[in-house]
């Protein structure tokens, strides 16, 4: 099976488990699916126009956001995600090492959208961006906003 769809069972699997989970949530699980679903549809298409490597740009938007579904919480998710989501993807048995920690990295700088980083880094924070823009979901901060206006012109060519 193509990993991509293999992961987003795996995740999806996961959400299911939190559903039953007595947490405070600051973002619905509905959104968590959608999101991460989404996001890795844009990640695909921005790693082809890059030439950077599709499936794992997939999979890496796919998780991207592995910290805030399992702890509810929006503040520093990407921090919280990164131990957690090494262990995850070890568990999947569909990765090398090297891929786990580019996986985990790129999760783990997500938030970090002023700095630039590796191309698939990138690619996460900018599909993260264009995702929340497309469902009106508000984008707060400047650097979300350049992020945007560079990525509508790349998308429109
Ligand atoms: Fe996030």
């Not at 069972?9 to 679903?37: C, N, P, V, Y």
């Not at 929006?74 to 920690?101: I, W």
């Amino acid at each position: 099976m193509n990993r991509v769809f293999e992961i987003q069972e795996k995740i999806l699997d996961k959400i299911a488990e939190f559903e039953s989970a007595d947490i405070q949530r600051d973002i619905t699980l509905s959104w968590e699916r959608i999101h991460l679903a989404s996001c890795a549809a844009v990640g695909r298409i921005l790693a082809l126009k890059r030439g950077a490597d599709p499936e794992l740009s997939a999979i890496a938007c796919s998780v991207h956001d592995y910290g805030r579904i399992i702890t509810g919480k929006q503040r520093d998710h990407a921090m919280a995600g990164y131990e957690p989501l090494k262990l995850f993807l070890e568990e999947s048995g569909c990765f090398t090492p090297d891929e786990v920690e580019l996986l985990a990295t790129a999760a783990k700088k997500h938030s970090s959208k002023k700095e630039v980083g590796s191309p698939i880094e990138e690619i996460v924070k900018d599909a993260d961006v264009f995702d929340c823009y497309q469902y009106g979901m508000p984008l707060d901060r400047e650097e979300q906003r350049a992020r945007l206006k560079t990525i509508l012109e790349e998308i429109s060519h």
